[in-house]
């Protein structure tokens, strides 16, 4: 048969219809009818979700633990705030900057072959940077800065393995559980370095808890993590969607507004989230010094109660936040296909009065600043799963990947990569002297910049809401070009491809 001799214009190309049976075919066609489209049972789905979280938690815990002993790093060092800001500056320079890369394999090779490698990495650097002598904070820096290859590896990957587990409500609800272990994480961070560097009464041993830990998510990710058939699960499995180039990618992206506004807002979410991080334990020690509540750091182990405290409302109000925010847009989302990007707008909105009367009480009532920060932080926990969700379904599932690098790659250049160093610097600037009334008052009055930023990122999510339905019918009735290249289907799945384009 030649390439003239056809009969129609397609043609089934390796269809299950076709010819005759082989041995065993029906036992295969039964298998692929009962697999599901991911090619992931159920359990191992849910085993899958459950290990990416513990490895998030994980993420966030070494990510925090520095500011949990950030008082006793400084009186080791003798630094000053700049250059205190310095540590997470650097760190997140350097996630953000490998983000695109990491994007772009994991859009198109194995992603837990990448994810192994980068969190072994990150233990090997994580425990190495406990060892740092007095005479080299530079060492420090460096190593911090190397800390972010293993997240920029992880970051951009994970989300999209839930996304090709699990669509509509349950993907809602698996980032509710996979975004849990941001604020959790970042809690048990403050906690855990405080406590173990107090226990130890050396800050060092903080910095040694999660090396062991990132040992055993890799060992889960090889042998109990399988890799899910990309974008199967939404009825456009990736054999059928052409990949295009990564400038073609990030053109695509650039024109999706719903996907570049809610950026712009998470960003400001980020900027907030990292000064606080990094700040706030630090703050509410100076707070207690200069109103005589607690003596000078002059031994080590400063802020652990603070830290402790700070940890624990951190993690308290991530569950309350992440779960309320989740809740209200699944309602809300009955009324309006606005939901997501209005209640990420509500979040930020109602966060800045409550950080802006944290801030302000400081000096007067440490109760009415737990109070506040609490129901700050609440507000602004409500985001990190909604907008998660939001990129998901307003990007194609091969171009995920790259978009999550390039949502990493702008929410940190222009918020928390920046923001703990403007913070300390900014502190720096306003003492006058080196009194606990200047060192906690030129520190307070910097962090009242967060409750600006929050403001404007609530307005970057109210403008999301004008272009989220439109750009949510785009992703999901996506269609490849006519001149798609060949397409050999899995488990049985007929395609019909353009009998030009095959070659006898």
Sequence with gaps: MSLGETASESAPFFSEDSGGEEPGGGAVARRAQEEPPSGVSSVRALLTVLILCYINLLNYMDRFTVAGVLPDIEQYFGIDDGKSGLLQTVFICSYMFLAPAFGYLGDRYNRKVIMSFGIMFWSVVTLASSYTPKEHFWALLLTRGLVGVGEASYSTIAPTIIADLYVKEQRTNMLSVFYFAIPVGSGLGYIVGSQVGGAAQDWHWALRVTPGLGLIAVLLLLFVVKEPIRGAIEDQPENHTQRTSWLADLQALSKNYSFVLSTFGFTAVAFVTGSLALWAPTFLFRAAVFTGERPPCVEGNCASSDS????????????????????????????????????????????????????????????????????????????????????????????????????????????????????????????????????????????????????????????????????????????????????????????RVPVSSVLI
Aim: charged letters at 15%; proline letters at 4%; glycine letters at 8%.
């Design 308 to 495: 402790l405290i700070f940890g624990v409302i951190t993690c308290v109000t991530g569950v309350l936040g992440v779960a309320s925010g989740v809740q209200v847009s699944r309602q809300l989302r009955m009324r309006t296909g606005r939901a997501d990007p209005l209640v990420c707008a509500a979040g930020l909105l109602l966060s800045a009065p409550f950080l802006y009367l944290a801030i302000v009480f400081a000096q007067a009532s440490t109760t009415a600043t737990y109070v506040f920060i609490f129901l700050g932080e609440t507000f602004l926990s409500m985001n990190w799963a909604i907008v998660a969700d939001i990129l998901l379904y307003v990007v194609v599932p091969t171009r995920r990947s790259t978009a999550e690098a390039f949502q990493i790659v702008i929410s940190h250049l222009l918020g928390d990569a920046g923001s703990p160093y403007m913070i300390g610097v900014v502190s720096d600037s306003l003492r006058r002297t080196d009194s606990f009334l200047w060192q906690f008052r030129s520190l307070q009055l910097s962090l009242l910049l967060c409750s600006f930023v929050a403001v404007v990122g609530g307005g970057f999510f109210l403008a999301t809401a004008l272009f989220i339905e439109g750009d949510r019918d785009r992703a999901k009735n996506h269609a490849p070009p006519e001149d798609e290249p060949i397409v050999v289907p899995q488990s049985g799945r007929s395609t």
